[in-house]
């Protein structure tokens, strides 16, 4: 466990040294990881599915802010929707536009959930979001998981429904429009995954803001238990079809990665490095303010015990 | 001499005019009722194009239905459910985008007044030295 704190302090400090760099790299890489996923989940417009797009688009995000992402991504994907039907890309649009005039406008410091979440489904983990959100959000993140949830089930069921769209073209519009609204609503694995989530989350962030020993562990699994509970029993009742195999590894899994999550995120500032210029009357400063990093890393320093005794006493008294 | 109390403060104040401090200032440069007033017509303004983009994708999920029954349906009535039904939408996400906007304009107040007794205390050092 030493072991482990010691390599955390190391990490930190890796990283309030080169977060210049790192923090481009990592939007990135997620920027990178998503339209990829789009591009492959429903990449039906031939001319956004090219990786010389997404690497520019990505290239772009690196720095641009954080919810500069999320929109590339919601363009994305309605832009394919549209090389479907016009019909998916008007109801993705509304989708898109309540979500983000209603909620965005708050601007809440995790809107990134929204990207995340649909991700995590396509990576087959959605398990993990609710028991991290829990850890390191407020339940205001109940919205924002929420949100995800819902774009990710409408386009798996758009992606999965593309072929019968595709085969209604004779079809008036009307129909294919109804089609995808009545599978959607109706679709009760994604209210009662909605619900399960919500629960999860609000019940993690309870309990792991009890003053209890061990309340962050305690939270992570009473969460995971939550979740497995709420979605079997709302199998048995609405037929949904959760596969418990993938439902029991999934959340085992995120239980794993809550772990780590708690490891690196407990107790822990990750106070931004920060450097600011100004001005008095005599100096220019520019400062570089570090926060300080609480625990130690051992740095290696040789003790001589034996030479000790030799040294005049007034060095040993200067010590 | 570059006195170190003084860096300190100076790089407190200066991170926080850099950061945070922005969109403080950005705030308190109205009045509370000023500022929760704009926000909540913005946000009016939003619920209503949200409210009618789903109004819309309704009526074009019905069309059939209401094609065939425009004429025999009382159109008064139904009017006036669709604008009791958006005015609770407004009015709720209104009280919501209150509740947040009054939440945030009290918490930038505070912080700015931490800003100002800091600003104070630097310039209480520059007036020591004279």
């Known amino acids: ?319 | 001499m570059i006195k170190e109390e003084k860096v300190i403060l100076m790089t407190k104040l200066a991170s926080y005019e850099s950061g945070k401090g922005k969109k403080d200032i950005n705030i308190l440069n109205y009045f509370r009722g000023d500022y929760i007033g704009f926000q909540i017509l913005k946000s009016v303004i939003a619920a209503t194009v949200s409210f009618f983009a789903v109004f819309a994708v309704y009526v074009f999920y019905n069309f059939e239905t209401l094609i065939q029954d425009i004429y025999k349906m009382d159109l008064l009535s139904y009017g006036k459910t669709i604008i009791i039904l958006y005015l609770c939408v407004v009015g709720a996400y209104g009280v919501i985008s209150y509740v947040i906007y009054a939440n945030r304009y009290n918490k930038a107040k505070k912080n700015l007044r931490v800003y100002y007794a800091n600003l104070r205390k630097l310039a209480g050092m520059y007036a020591d030295k004279e």
């Open chain 1, 1 to 319: 466990m030493t072991t482990l704190l010691v390599a955390k302090q190391y990490i930190k400090k890796f990283i309030s040294k080169y977060e210049v760099y790192l923090k481009p790299l990592l939007k990135l890489v997620l920027a990178l990881t998503a339209l990829m996923m789009i591009n492959g989940k429903i990449g039906y417009m031939q001319r956004l599915d090219n990786i010389s797009v997404v690497l520019i688009v990505s290239l772009m995000c690196s720095f641009m802010p954080m919810n500069f992402i999320i929109f590339v991504a919601a363009l994305f994907t309605v832009l394919h929707m549209y090389a479907l039907s016009l019909e998916c890309a008007v109801i993705t649009l509304v989708v898109f536009l309540v979500l983000f005039l209603l909620y965005f406008r708050f601007s809440p410091k995790d809107t990134i959930v929204v990207l995340l979440t649909p991700m995590s489904f396509v990576l087959g983990i959605p398990y993990v979001m609710p028991l991290v959100m829990g850890l390191v959000g407020t339940p205001a993140s109940v919205v924002s998981v929420g949100c995800g949830v819902i774009v990710s089930y409408l386009i798996n069921y758009i992606a999965d429904g593309a072929n019968t769209l595709s085969a209604m073209e004779t079809e008036d519009m009307a129909t294919r429009f109804r089609f995808v609204i009545d599978g959607f609503l109706n679709n009760k694995a994604m209210i009662l995954t909605i619900a399960a989530f919500a629960v999860t989350i609000i019940l993690v962030y309870l309990i792991r803001r009890l003053s209890i020993d061990y309340a962050w562990t305690i939270a992570i699994i009473a969460g995971a238990l939550a979740d497995i509970m709420i979605l079997l029993i709302g199998d048995l009742i609405f037929d949904t079809n959760v596969s418990i195999l993938g439902l029991i590894v999934g959340t085992v899994f995120a239980v794993l990665v809550a772990k780590i999550v708690e490891f690196f995120a407990f107790h822990v500032d990750y106070s931004r490095t920060e450097s600011v210029q100004f001005e008095d009357d005599e100096y220019y400063y520019y400062v570089k303010a570090v926060p300080k990093i609480t625990v130690a890393t051992p740095s290696r320093t040789v003790k001589k015990i034996n030479t000790l005794k030799k040294r005049p006493v007034s060095t040993q008294a200067r010590k």
